[in-house]
């Protein structure tokens, strides 16, 4: 294995970019950012335009090599190897077994997968890709799980399917999570909601119809950004009736 795709060179080449200019950006945009390296998860501050970049050096590296970047404390370095993770699916080029493979690390590393940003940047890419063309029992297993963050990823991975045109699991995971407790999970819902109401708007209303009037606010104002002003009063509408 070469070592320009090694765990090790990676994250020499991660923390050469951090600089404090970044990490007080990161304070504005995570609810808990640690600065302290005995953390299990902290922040050194590196831009995350420069993780993509960076990750697109690094897309053959081994699944093996990924999972190390996983266990690292380093919140950017776990990143990284999520970048890599989704840029990877999103390739034509990437085979059945090598997402076969990153998915499978991703379900048994979620343990490490434990922020929006993580969720976010392999959910659509590597766990939806995979699912395609495969039943999606997990999924739903994932939307009741414990976890936060592997709820986030339940929904999320649904973007994949959105983009083909299929909405129903969005619709029916939607069900599950619409009276979640977390804000990170209520706005991941009413995201994927809105994107799933761009291909079927009729669905997206009569969710709403069944729902409005009790779901975290939240998960509301995400859900109808798009729709035109006197549906978004309508349905706030509903919301006010409590």
Same mark, same amino acid.
């Given at each position: ?27 504005r945009y995570f609810k808990f950012v640690s600065e302290d390296p005995r953390s299990n998860d902290y922040f050194i501050g590196v831009r995350m335009g420069s993780i993509f970049e960076l990750a697109k050096e690094f897309l053959d590296m ?7 970047l996983l266990e690292s404390p380093i919140h950017e370095v776990r990143a990284g190897a999520m970048s890599i993770m989704g840029q990877c699916g999103k390739r034509k080029k990437c085979s059945a077994e090598r997402l076969q493979e990153l ?13 929006? =940003?993580?969720?976010?940047? $392999? ?11 495969? !039943? #999606?029992?997990? /999924? ?57 109401? =761009?291909?079927?708007?009729? $669905? ?11 779901? !975290? #606010?939240?998960? /509301? ?22």
């Open positions: 294995m070469p070592a320009s795709t090694t765990a090790v060179r990676f994250t020499e080449r991660i923390v050469a970019l951090q600089s404090p200019q970044e990490l007080i950006k990161h304070r081994p699944t093996g090599e990924i999972e190390k998915f499978e690390l991703y379900l048994r590393r979620h343990d490490r997968i434990n922020n929006w =940003d993580l969720v976010d940047l $392999a959910a659509y890419y590597v766990v939806g890709t995979y699912l395609n063309d495969k !039943p #999606r029992n997990v /999924l739903y297993e994932l939307a009741r799980s414990e976890s936060m963050w592997e709820r986030r990823t339940a929904i999320v991975a649904t973007a994949h399917f959105i983009r083909q045109g299929e909405v129903a699991d969005t619709f029916e995971i939607a069900e599950i999570l619409v009276n979640d407790e977390e804000g990170l999970v209520n706005k991941a819902t009413g995201w994927m909601l809105r994107y799933a109401g =761009d291909k079927d708007r009729s $669905a997206l209303l009569g969710f709403l119809d069944k729902h409005a009037e009790t779901m !975290p #606010r939240v998960l /509301l104002r995400y859900s109808i950004e798009k729709l035109d002003k006197q549906h978004r009063q309508y349905y706030l509408g509903m919301k006010g009736k409590q």
